[in-house]
T-cell receptor, first 109, second 114 residues
């Protein structure tokens, strides 16, 4: 059973059209939830860590939020350079991160 | 550059070849990881090293053999691979092996087994 489920799998947005990505998780004893951005042919790039329900973090057009069961990555007024795959991962503090399959985002000019 | 360097970036090998992937980190981290990334699948953890000691082998076939001579270098030795082993192999490092502070990834090695 998947510990981390991301939806939608793929998303096409017009430039400026805000949207949200969802990451739901089933782990107990969450030690941290992580968002990464991955461009084609490159490794994942760290964006945010969230530790407790109610926590929010922002970086440019991205805002990540966390509840007890899920996290959202809000993309406000996206630009074409925001096109990427966004990966969500959770840590139970046991030497591993469990990753979701990712949200592939394409922003059309 | 992220501070984690992987070489080579691309590798094509036959099923009878032996090759090695190299990872080097300049971040002073004490934990290093190998992940496999295949299309439409989540990243799969392969191996974890903490202070040069292997702390996890995630049921990886013996045709993959890791080596960690020191906290800054990590190798993945490959032999007798199968076509289904074709994937992006990612190296990562972190300050603590618990992963609470996130990982820093390299750019990966795109492996094609023919």
């Amino acid at each position: 059973e998947d510990q981390v489920t991301q939806s939608p799998e793929a998303l096409r947005l017009q430039e400026g059209e805000s949207s949200s990505l969802n990451c739901s998780y089933t782990v107990s004893g969450l030690r941290g939830l992580f968002w990464y951005r991955q461009d084609p042919g490159k490794g994942p790039e760290f964006l945010f860590t969230l530790y407790s329900a109610g926590e929010e973090k922002e970086k440019e057009r991205l805002k990540a939020t966390l509840t007890k069961k899920e996290s959202f990555l809000h993309i406000t007024a996206p630009k074409p350079e925001d096109s990427a795959t966004y990966l969500c991962a959770v840590s139970e503090g046991n030497n591993r991160l469990a990753f979701g399959k990712g949200n592939q985002v394409v922003v059309i000019p | 550059e992220t501070g984690v360097t992987q070489t080579p970036r691309h590798l094509v090998m036959g099923m009878t070849n032996k090759k090695s992937l190299k990872c080097e980190q300049h971040l002073g981290h004490n934990a290093m990881y190998w992940y496999k990334q295949s299309a439409k699948k989540p990243l799969e953890l392969m191996f974890v090293y903490n202070f040069k000691e292997q702390t996890e082998n995630n049921s990886v076939p013996s045709r993959f053999s890791p080596e960690c001579p020191n906290s800054s270098h990590l190798f993945l030795h490959l032999h007798t691979l199968q076509p289904e082993d074709s994937a992006l192999y990612l190296c990562a490092s972190s300050q603590e092996s618990g992963g609470d502070y996130g990982y820093t990834f390299g750019s990966g090695t795109r492996l094609t087994v023919v």
